[in-house]
């Protein structure tokens, strides 16, 4: 990839490649490249979040779980997922 611009509310824009190593040293990210955010505690968000790429969720899933709220369809595009707890099921959308 190439430089790329961070906006945190009215601050900004920070630049960092993504190609570069994170020179941390406390070693904690050893090995990754710099990234919009980086963290090694919890990120927690209240309203929606666009992903623009790949959403890796890492752990077992004793550690690491995705909750979807309960809705009784998608009004989402092809592919959206919703759990419909009327009958407790996982949908994908397919129009």
Do not use: C, Q, W
């Amino acid at each position: 990839m190439a430089e790329k611009k961070i906006y945190i509310g009215s601050f900004g824009p920070a630049l960092y490649d993504d190609t570069n190593d994170i020179d941390d040293v406390d070693g904690d990210f050893a090995g990754k490249t710099h990234s919009g955010l980086v963290t090694n505690g919890n990120a927690d968000v209240e309203g929606d979040v666009d992903i623009g790429g790949d959403l890796d969720v890492t752990g077992s899933i004793e550690s690491s779980e995705i909750r979807l709220i309960p809705k009784a369809s998608s009004s989402g595009a092809e592919g959206t997922m919703f759990y419909d707890s009327d009958d407790d099921h996982v949908y994908v959308a397919t129009e």
